[in-house]
């Protein structure tokens, strides 16, 4: 009986190897565009259809008619972005050192990081939970919830956002740890799975029986049941796949690492995304306040500091709809660099990057044009307010006219995270928004009023393109020498043999 089991096991490790040779194959020799295209693509539809769920909530939720209700919808992004933050560590530092070990053939250690990555990033979701329970109230009063209306309406979302928070952490290791094997297929069957859930749950848990027949009638409180609901399957059928054994890198008990260097390394390659993330719910933070207080100055009403809330909270979501075309194509692109980097394909690294940083700037060229000439019919799709349709669909435009530069910077550093060189990378990672965003965000409606905080976003944009630009060409210079020394070492060789 023993001795089967161990053929088994046997047989099952023979099946792992070989599927990791493919791969490595594939990742090292597959024509660039079409690696790029074939594991962007999923990548790309997965953050899309993630965003458009998030659109989806702000949709119905607006069906309701009352602006309270939809900026309380839209503050809560900041509490999202905050989850998110440590599940991007997580995911985004377990899937560079994963593509990376995989580069090198060291599928045990591999499987050390992911499964210390899974387990931390679930003890750490936890805390979100449980720290978000004890400062419930003062920390959605921190989000941008000033009135008594748009706070009652949070508390219903919030709670069940903070319920959902350690399945969303560990979602995150399970997707990224998938792309970082080049399976970007099984990561889009999960997320989509989540999405579908949430979209049908909405109308059904949020309308009433007045809109629709069999709806709930549960208002912003279906909507974040909905979502709650959707990020517990997806993280189920994420795991399922790691389970099923599809997978190269797998979960293993004796695999938890008791060192902390590999938790070390983890965080330290992770933290960018970290910052990023944070950075992002701060900036949320002050805009959410910058724009209820100048739509109360231009207004002067209460309800014109809602709708500046409302109209920003959904100008911001559609902006996410484009960032994640960008984050998508992006993170296609992170573990090709990841395992042609270690493997010294440096040619093939250039190709990437160069492709990559076209095909996206191109893709938001376009969005951003759509999104300009309709920009009144886009915000018109959400059950706003004329007032808030107004100050969304200025507002809307103007974050269009930077939107293609996007690209730039955000490559940049996923570049640097992929490659380790972990400075740079939170360097970059801090730029957009803590180096031009929150001050755009301080200053300019100080000078401008309700018209600065609409432009903050363009703003930063232009300047965190030009500071990327030095950046990028100093990783061009990096790979000609790296690959000048490749070229040397194989002369060297030859000539040694000869």
């Known amino acids: 009986m023993s001795e089967m089991k161990e053929e088994q096991l046997h047989a099952e490790d023979a099946a792992v190897i070989e599927r990791e040779k493919k791969q490595f194959v594939k990742m090292t020799q597959t024509r660039m565009s079409k690696l790029i295209i074939s594991l962007g693509i999923p990548t790309t539809l997965s953050m899309m259809v993630t965003s458009l769920y998030n659109l989806a909530d702000t949709y119905f939720v607006s069906l309701l008619k009352n602006d309270a209700i939809t900026a309380a919808a839209s503050n809560l992004l900041a509490l999202m972005s905050i989850i ?9 530092g377990s899937g560079n050192l994963v593509s990376r070990l995989l580069g090198k053939r060291d599928r045990e250690g591999a499987d050390k990081v992911f499964s210390s990555t899974l387990v931390v990033s679930c003890i750490c979701g936890l805390l979100i939970l449980g720290l978000g329970f004890a400062f419930f109230t003062p920390m959605l009063k921190l989000l941008g919830c000033k009135d008594a209306a748009t706070l009652m309406h949070a508390k219903d979302y919030a709670k069940w956002l903070l ?13 990224n740890v998938l792309r970082a094997e080049g399976k970007a297929v099984l990561s889009m069957i999960g997320l989509v799975a989540g999405a579908v859930i949430n979209v049908v749950l909405d109308p059904i848990l949020i309308l009433n029986k007045g809109l629709l027949p069999f709806g709930a009638g549960l208002g912003i409180e279906g909507a974040a049941i909905a979502t709650c609901t959707s990020q517990v399957i997806s993280f189920g059928v994420l795991l399922f796949m790691f389970l099923s054994r599809k997978t190269i890198v797998r979960f293993r008990f004796k695999s938890i690492s008791r060192k902390f260097t590999v938790y070390k390394d983890v965080l330290a390659t992770g933290f960018p995304s970290f910052c990023r993330q944070i950075l992002a719910s701060l900036c949320t933070v002050f805009l959410n306040n910058a724009a209820y207080d100048c739509g109360i100055a231009k207004y002067g009403t209460f309800e014109g500091g809602s709708a500046a809330q409302t109209a920003l909270g959904v100008v911001n979501k559609v902006f996410m709809l484009a960032f994640s075309l960008s984050l998508g194509i992006g993170q296609g692109y ?49 059950n706003v307010s004329p007032m808030a349709k107004e100050i969304g669909a200025l507002s809307l435009r103007l974050q269009c006219i930077c939107m293609p530069l996007l690209p730039l910077n955000f490559m940049a550093g996923l570049t640097y995270q992929s490659v380790g060189n972990k400075a740079l990378a939170s360097l970059l990672s801090v730029s957009r928004q803590g180096l031009f965003y929150i001050p755009a965000v301080l200053i300019l409606p100080e000078i401008l009023g309700l018209l600065g905080v609409q432009m903050c976003q363009s703003v930063a944009d232009a300047f965190a393109f030009v500071f990327a630009i030095p950046f990028t060409f100093m990783f061009f210079n990096t790979l000609k020498k790296e690959q000048a020394k490749v070229i040397n070492e194989e002369k060297n060789s030859k000539e040694n043999l000869e």
Not at 84 to 92: E, K, R, V
Not at 165 to 170: E, H
């Open 334 to 382: 992170q573990p090709v660099l990841g395992y042609n980097y270690s493997a010294k394909r440096f040619d093939r690294v250039k190709s990437a990057y160069l492709f990559t940083l076209v095909f996206s700037t191109i893709v938001m060229t376009v969005f951003a044009t759509v999104c300009a000439i309709f920009a009144k019919q886009v915000v018109g799709i959400f």
């Open 163 to 175: 319920v959902a928070a350690p399945f969303m952490c560990m979602s995150f290791v399970l997707n």
């Open 84 to 92: 998110q933050a440590i599940g991007f560590t997580f995911g985004m």
